[in-house]
């Protein structure tokens, strides 16, 4: 919020990659791993990398604990299918912050949310633009589809008693 501000009040250009310096970025210094806090961060400044957000779904919307998407552990990868809509920039095909897959199907429901870094260029990751009526297409539809995410890409899970990642 610091940096929005003093932003607008110098009249300076947009922060451009803000999903991955606003969200996906301080979660990952936060709550990455060493190797995630090295890798990611510089190519995220440098908009090497541009970021999406997965969370919302159809018939869920942002509602986290109703998600239907689903990761299942198998050998070193996690496999994930599902879909996610209103994906802001997922057009653009850089990497995902995707939360929001189940990992289990403990109750109560959000006790198994998990939070990937999961790359867009992934085989079985499919991006449907939305277009408005402005012809612009900024928001997407994407479908993982058997989508192999390496374990080294679960920086965490979300503590949901604690009110954060971890």
């Known amino acids: 919020m610091i940096l929005q501000e003093e932003i607008a009040l110098a009249k300076a250009p947009p922060v451009l990659n803000i999903l991955a310096i606003g969200m996906a970025g301080p979660t990952i210094i936060a709550y990455g791993t ?20 997965g969370y919302s779904e159809p018939n869920s919307g942002s509602d986290l604990a109703s998600l239907q998407t689903r990761a299942e552990k198998v050998g070193e990868h996690y496999v994930v299918n599902g879909q996610k809509v209103w994906t802001s920039i997922a057009h653009q095909r850089g990497l995902d912050d995707a939360a929001g897959a189940h990992r289990s199907r403990r109750r109560p429901k959000h006790k198994g949310i998990t939070y990937f870094l999961l790359d867009m260029h992934s085989p079985g990751v499919t991006v449907k633009p939305l277009r408005q009526i402005t012809g612009d297409a900024e928001f997407n539809e994407v479908y993982f589809d058997n989508v192999a995410v390496p374990e080294a890409q679960h920086p965490g899970r979300c503590s949901t008693t604690a009110g954060r990642w971890g």
């Open 34 to 53: 060493e190797e995630q806090k090295r890798r990611y961060p510089p190519k995220m400044l440098s908009c090497e990398e541009i970021w999406c957000q």
